[in-house]
């Protein structure tokens, strides 16, 4: 009964696609410029549920993201963190599970534990309060922490009752961890993905990670074989990986990079944006550039709408996609362009 009351609850919000806002669109070509949703539709419902993704496939993003950690037993889970206490209530249900540290970690509890959690909105560690005031109010409704194959088999559900194919965008989060408590979290993450058809670059799929070690070995010693994208991150130890000798060595084992948006474009004089050499030079590097997180309720100062922030990036620095807490505003503002190439 209970599966069958959720599944009513993400039916209900699919009427949007069947009000001609978005035309089916089935097995079209994909788009030179893309559009990721980042953790579903995190701007309206919180972070990776089940219902974030239903309503980022029908506010029409082209791709949607899965950060993948690991239970206790061994099931790949979607959430950001290894940690819980930020998007659930693990803390008044499991008040004594936590480590010596004060966190309390996904790898700590088994799936069914796991499913005992409510998910709410993103709060600030310590003070508990809402991230993004203006978001999803926390309490309002009832939400689960999905597996990676339940997101999987909602997308390709989606995918066929709507007649429009959205990809996925699996991150792998923090490998080395992960293989130092004693599981190695790759493997079965690239087995489940590939039970569900997403093994080559045919396939709408990119799987992404920040530890350039685990991506080499994706590639490599695990023999995976479809779309890649290396993530930036902004701190030193990535400094090398943003020059070209670096991007260079990025594209023997990736398609494309992830880096912070301000990597992109890191400012603004006047009426010019101070566009870097990156997406330039991974360009020249065969790679394409997804940068992150473009949220009209958190712009970065030189921009003073999320479409003005989006001409930026799609229009003066030719990015290829963009990572979007509200994808519907990406969407639209691609649309307003004409045909996407």
């Keep these: 009964m209970k599966a069958r009351s959720r599944m009513k609850r993400l039916l209900a919000l699919l009427p949007i696609v069947a009000s001609g806002l978005l035309p089916p669109t089935a097995l079209a070509a994909e788009p030179r410029r893309i559009v990721i949703a980042h953790r579903g539709a995190s701007g309206y ?41 930020t998007v659930t209530d693990v803390a008044r249900r499991f008040p004594d599970r936590k480590r010596e540290d004060g966190r309390y970690y996904v790898l700590d509890f088994t799936l069914a534990e ?51 194919e959205a990809g996925v965008y699996p991150e792998i989060k923090e490998p080395a961890w992960h293989r ?25 799929v990119y799987l992404q990670c920040f530890d350039f070690d685990e991506v080499r070995r994706i590639r490599g010693e695990l023999g995976y074989q479809g779309r890649m994208v290396q993530l930036i991150g902004d701190t030193p130890d990535f400094n090398r990986m943003r020059t070209r000798a670096g991007l260079l060595e ?38 394409v550039v997804h940068p992150y997180t473009f949220r009209a309720d958190a712009l970065p100062d030189f921009a003073g709408s999320m479409e003005e922030l989006l001409r930026a990036f799609f229009d003066v620095a030719q990015v290829d996609g963009v990572f979007a807490d509200q994808p519907d505003r990406a969407v639209a503002f691609l649309r307003s362009a004409g045909p996407r190439p």
């Design 45 to 85: 419902l919180p972070e990776h549920t089940l219902e974030a993704v239903a309503v980022a496939h029908a506010l029409g993003a082209d791709y949607l993201e899965q950060d993948v950690v690991l239970t206790k037993d061994g099931v790949p889970v979607v959430l950001h963190d290894i940690h819980l206490e």
């Design 114 to 164: 796991i499913k005992q959690l409510r998910v709410h909105e993103r709060t600030a560690l310590g003070s508990g309060q809402p991230v993004f005031p203006g978001r999803f109010p926390l309490g309002a409704a009832s939400f689960e922490v999905p597996t990676l194959e339940e997101e999987l088999q909602l997308v390709q559900g989606l995918n066929r009752s709507t007649g429009r």
């Design 250 to 287: 990025v594209a023997k084992v990736a398609d494309g990079i992830g880096p912070p948006l301000q990597q992109v474009i890191a400012g603004r004089t006047g009426e010019a944006y101070q566009v870097t050499d990156l997406v330039r030079d991974a360009h020249s590097a065969g790679l």
């Design 180 to 204: 130092k408590q004693g599981r190695d979290i790759s493997p079965i993450v690239l087995e489940l993905l590939a039970r569900y058809g997403y093994k080559t670059k045919a396939d709408r």
